[in-house]
């Protein structure tokens, strides 16, 4: 596996980084309980030095603040349209801190159950709709379905 370490790309990368990863934390977390997850383009990714490079510059940028991190990524390549890659911060949470960063994660998370709920509420509402209107025909003046196939609209 090829080092980034010193790569002139990856030291621009994570020093652009730092203050975005310093930004995503909770309000009020002392700079604990921060992810950072980034879709791109997966040319974008290649011109950038690729995801390894960028997976090491997010490593490198988390050291720099002291965070004990976990790093994924994968996509990038000409099968996948997006690349994903993300870390988040392991470290252990001082207790002041703990209250703020556990709200945070919880309103993440609702946030994203509502997200996805919504959506497959959306499929299940047109599922229905087309269920109900088996054998109708719709109507776009009156923006409606008619009984009758045959009734003019």
């Known amino acids: 596996m090829v080092s980034h370490a010193k790569n002139e790309r990856c030291v621009?990368?994570?020093?652009?980084?730092?203050?975005?990863?310093?930004?995503?934390g909770p309000e009020g977390a002392?700079?604990?309980?921060?992810?950072l997850q980034v879709h791109v383009p997966s040319e974008t990714a290649e011109q950038l030095?690729?995801?390894d490079l960028i997976r090491a510059a997010l490593r490198k940028a988390a050291r720099?603040?002291?965070?004990?991190f976990g790093t994924y990524g994968f996509g990038g390549s000409q099968e996948r349209a997006v690349a994903l890659i993300g870390i988040h911060d392991r470290r252990?949470?001082?207790e002041p801190y703990a209250q703020v960063v556990e709200e945070h994660?919880?309103?993440q998370m609702r946030a994203a159950v509502e997200r996805v709920s919504a959506r497959y509420s959306a499929l299940d509402v047109r599922?229905?709709?087309?269920?109900?209107?088996?054998?109708?025909?719709?109507?776009?003046r009156r923006s409606s379905?008619?009984?009758?196939?045959?009734?003019?609209?």
């Open 12 to 24: 621009a990368l994570a020093k652009a980084l730092v203050p975005l990863l310093e930004r995503s």
């Open 30 to 35: 002392g700079g604990y309980g921060g992810t």
């Open 49 to 51: 030095g690729g995801l």
């Open 64 to 68: 720099e603040l002291g965070w004990k």
């Open 92 to 94: 252990e949470i001082p």
């Open 105 to 107: 994660r919880q309103r």
């Open 127 to 140: 599922r229905r709709q087309v269920r109900r209107c088996a054998g109708r025909r719709w109507c776009r």
């Open 145 to 153: 379905w008619r009984s009758s196939p045959t009734t003019a609209c």
